[in-house]
């Protein structure tokens, strides 16, 4: 009966999520009410609640789904232990793009973020999860870039700071562009050079050595 019981509420929760996405998609954030989401999911606004703080909260665990397949590459590339980090950071990366390319889902979840996510007062929670995420994952990055310099795959004298920082705005500009017009360029085609010339901006740019 237990076991039933949480069947029920995992189910419950993503039939919310799956609900979220779709009203988020078509109206917007800031546009979009707990009880349009509610009612969509065939669910109270208890409902709701149950599962989620609020609206913020709700946002922040659509956006975590999108990182849970990608988090074991992200892992070895941050493991001073890994062979090949900047081979883990290339696929890594390469799965991303070819991901949002492919996977409605994905694409869905990510055009949310990029241009369907107004972060206004309400959102404040929300906001302050964004930077704090922001911090992290340039973070994380400058450990996969440092672990790839201890294993001579980057210069010795690369900045690993500023080519984190550099990194995660090429990625995020990509993303950006694409789902803004995706006729523009090939996304899925093109992953592995679009990646590759970014790993290429690491390691001939003189303006990322210390």
Not at 9 to 16: E, H, K
Not at 136 to 142: A, H, L, S, Y
Not at 149 to 178: E, N
Request: charged share 30%; proline share 3%; glycine share 4%.
């Amino acid at each position: 009966m237990v076991r039933r019981t949480k069947e029920e509420a995992q189910q419950t929760r993503s039939q919310i999520l799956e609900a979220a996405e779709k009203a988020f998609y078509e109206r917007g954030i800031s546009r979009t009410t707990l009880a349009e989401i509610a009612g969509i999911a065939g669910v109270t606004r208890g409902a709701i609640y149950w599962h989620f703080k609020d609206k913020a909260d709700l946002i922040q665990a659509m956006l975590d789904s999108l990182h849970e397949p990608l988090d074991e590459l992200a892992r070895a590339g941050e493991s001073p232990d890994e062979a090949d980090p900047l081979g883990c950071m290339r696929q890594l990366l390469i799965t991303l793009l070819q991901r949002v390319a492919l996977d409605p889902k994905t694409r869905r979840i990510t055009e949310i973020l990029f241009h369907r996510c107004e972060l206004t007062d309400e959102m404040s929670d929300l906001r302050q999860q964004r930077q704090t995420d922001n911090v992290e994952c340039n973070g994380r990055i400058d450990q996969s870039l440092r672990n790839a310099v201890q294993r001579q795959q980057l210069p010795a004298t690369l900045d690993t700071a500023r080519a984190a920082i550099c990194l995660h705005a090429y990625i995020d500009g990509l993303l950006s562009q694409w789902l803004l017009v995706p006729e523009s360029f090939p996304l899925q085609r093109d992953a592995e050079l679009l990646v590759d010339s970014a790993l290429d901006m690491l390691r001939e740019s003189q303006a990322l050595r210390r």
